[in-house]
């Protein structure tokens, strides 16, 4: 059984994320300590909150570096879900404009209503489009509902790196990959079967 370290930067569900990787076949291991990553097959980072606090929180326990030693330096598989996904960005406006982790170039901006009845923040079920094909959605029909909770969402540079988009506000990125980076905006530990085929296809990569 494969190491999965979640990171433990104090946002986000770490709890339920963990036990969806042990449904789906992985060791989960939350964690702030730069041994268990370097020791880690794969690596999540999840996420609840606002980007401006969720970066104060990486880069005040170092996790930032450690982060970028293993996944950019070692090509350990990552991936970020919901705020964690966000971080990847070069900035977020969420809280104040901040610096993010800067593997994806764009932007997190706020969902901008498109209809008077559109609601923000999205919360609830809804589809997931794909741009390109992906061994993260092996197996997986294009337009299949996920789980969404955010009021932000982002705004990639390189539309190659935005894997699949949800019509919501105009259509937003719901998941990126760059490399052996990967990043969805659902919860796929809340997204149920679906959501578990998921995290079983990146314990597979």
């Known amino acids: 059984m494969k190491n999965v370290v979640i990171t433990d930067y104090r946002m ?3 709890d339920s994320v963990a ?3 042990q449904e789906c076949g992985g060791n989960p291991v939350i964690s702030q300590k730069a041994r268990d990553f370097q020791e880690a097959h794969y ?3 999840p996420g609840v909150g606002a980007f401006a606090t969720g970066m104060k929180h ?4 170092g996790l930032d570096e450690i982060l970028s030693e293993q996944v950019i330096n070692q090509g350990i598989p990552f991936l970020g879900i919901c705020l964690g996904m ?11 404009e901040t610096n993010g982790l800067g593997w994806i170039e764009g932007e997190v901006k706020r969902l901008e209503p498109t209809e008077m009845d559109t609601r ?3 919360i609830g079920w809804n589809e997931v489009m794909f741009n390109h094909p992906s061994p993260l959605f092996e197996g997986i029909p294009s337009g299949k509902d996920f789980y969404f909770v955010h009021s932000y969402h982002l705004s990639c540079q390189h539309p190659q790196e935005e894997i699949a988009h949800t019509p919501y506000c105009g259509n937003f990125v719901s998941a990126v ?3 052996n980076i990967f990043g969805v905006q659902f919860h796929p530990e809340k997204s149920q079967r679906i959501g578990f085929q998921v995290l079983k296809n990146f314990l597979k990569l």
């Open 43 to 45: 690596i999540i980072l």
């Open 86 to 96: 966000q971080l990847l960005a070069t900035k977020g406006l969420e809280g104040g």
């Open 120 to 122: 923000i923040p999205h």
């Open 177 to 179: 990959n760059k490399n």
């Open 19 to 21: 036990r969806a990787v």
């Open 12 to 14: 986000g569900n770490l």
């Open 58 to 61: 990486l880069s005040t326990s």
